[in-house]
C-alpha cells in the first residue's frame, strides 16, 4: 500500500540550517556557482547572508539591512561591487579555476 503525503503536509525546507560551518558554505556555493544562473547565485548569497545573520553582514558589508535584503533577492540584478562587498563580509572568496574542456573561442569551427 502506497502511502500518499500532501504536498502541505511536508516541512518547509530552509537551507539556511544547513549552512552552520565554512566547508557546507562553500559546497554551497561552488554547487550553485557550477550551475551558471546568476540569480540563483544571488539567491544562494542571500541564503548564507541569513545564516550569518543579515545585521551583522549588512554592518561589515558597509551597506543598509534593507538595501542588503533587496540586493539579495533571486529576481534582483544587483552591482558586481555590491556581490563583492557581501562576499567579503561573509569571508567569502571567488575563485576563477580553468574548465576542463574550454568553451570554443568565438568565431572559431
Same mark, same amino acid.
Given at each position: ?8 503536509? @511536508? ?6 540550517? $544547513? ?8 559546497? $554551497? ?13 544571488? %539567491? %544562494?548569497? *542571500? ?10 553582514? %549588512? !554592518?561589515?558589508? *558597509? ?5 542588503? $535584503? ?20 561573509? *569571508? ?6 580553468? @574548465? ?8 572559431? !569551427?
Amino acid at each position: 500500500m502506497v502511502h500518499k503525503v500532501k504536498l502541505q503536509e @511536508l516541512p518547509d525546507f530552509d537551507v539556511t540550517h $544547513y549552512l552552520g560551518d565554512e566547508q557546507a558554505i562553500a559546497e $554551497y556555493l561552488t554547487a550553485v556557482l557550477e550551475d551558471g544562473d546568476p540569480s540563483l547565485l544571488v %539567491a %544562494a548569497l *542571500g541564503d548564507i547572508a541569513r545564516a550569518r545573520g543579515m545585521t551583522d553582514v %549588512a !554592518r561589515a558589508s *558597509g551597506l543598509a539591512r534593507e538595501a542588503l $535584503y533587496k540586493a539579495l533577492r533571486a529576481d534582483s540584478q544587483p552591482r558586481f561591487d555590491t556581490i563583492l562587498r557581501v562576499c567579503r563580509s561573509l *569571508g567569502i572568496r571567488l575563485v576563477a579555476q580553468p @574548465l576542463a574542456q574550454p568553451l570554443a573561442v568565438l568565431g572559431e !569551427r
